[in-house]
């Protein structure tokens, strides 16, 4: 079946490191992977997408990164900060079709 | 302009009753999800309407669980005679999707139930 995963459960750094969230997915090829940020209580808010003709992408101090070889995506927060504490999830896109992962609950520690 | 727009924000029931939940999406969108997510876990896929297309119901748990779509708009997601497993947070989100496959989601702050 096609699965998309996101490995780590929770992730805990140091104020001012950067944090990397991996997405990894199986049995198929998505066009497309967004992420996204959740705050407790609220819905998903959209961050970033890559395509999988593009092996990168940056908005601010985000960095995405798409491997088709291995079939992961990376996911970067640079110079953390607390208010970067939240929960990511990858989705994978199709024309029809959102799937998401599971999410990584980042916490950043002053 | 409005976000998507869900309600009740939070719904109490016992086991046994029905409920509707209520989705607004933000006008002019095409594609309509609805998504169910439990405590601590990822989201569950239940349903997808896409324009005139009948909808996608791959995802729905059981029969117990349905959803419509009046005029393109407004979504009601229906669930009979109440489990406890049925007690999560549902979540509905709308994207415009005219031959943009890769638009983002805009997700409403969803319905936290709770079947008693």
């Known amino acids: 079946s096609q699965k998309i995963e996101q490995n780590s459960e929770a992730l805990n750094i140091q104020e001012g490191k950067t944090a990397t969230l991996t997405c990894n997915y199986t049995?198929?090829?998505?066009?497309?992977l967004q992420w996204y940020r959740q705050d407790p209580g609220r819905g998903p808010v959209f961050l970033l997408l890559?395509?999988?003709?593009?092996k990168e992408k940056r908005k601010e101090r985000l960095k995405v990164t798409f491997d088709t070889t291995l079939k992961q995506s990376l996911f970067h927060i640079t110079a953390s900060q607390p208010a970067d504490s939240a929960t990511y999830l990858c989705?994978?896109?199709?024309?029809?079709?959102?799937?998401f992962g599971a999410g990584t609950r980042l916490t950043v520690k002053p | 302009g409005a976000g998507v727009s869900q309600s009740p924000s939070n719904k109490v029931t016992e086991k046994g009753k029905d409920v509707e939940l209520r989705c607004d999406p933000i006008?002019?969108?095409?594609?309509l999800y609805w998504y169910r997510q439990s405590l601590g876990q990822g989201l569950e896929f239940l349903i997808y309407?896409?324009?005139?297309?009948?909808?996608?119901k791959s995802g729905l748990p059981s029969d117990r669980f349905s959803a419509e779509r009046t005029g393109g708009s407004v979504s009601t997601l229906t669930i009979q005679r109440t489990q406890q497993e049925d007690s999560a947070v549902y979540l509905c989100?709308?994207?415009?999707?005219?031959?943009?496959?890769?638009?983002?989601?805009?997700f409403g702050n969803g319905t936290r139930l709770t079947v008693t």
């Open positions: 006008s002019g969108h095409t594609a």
């Open positions: 989705a994978r896109v199709s024309a029809n079709d959102m799937r």
């Open positions: 309407f896409q324009g005139n297309s009948a909808p996608d």
């Open positions: 989100a709308s994207r415009y999707q005219q031959g943009t496959v890769g638009s983002p989601l805009h």
């Open positions: 049995n198929y090829s998505p066009a497309y």
């Open positions: 890559i395509r999988e003709n593009e």
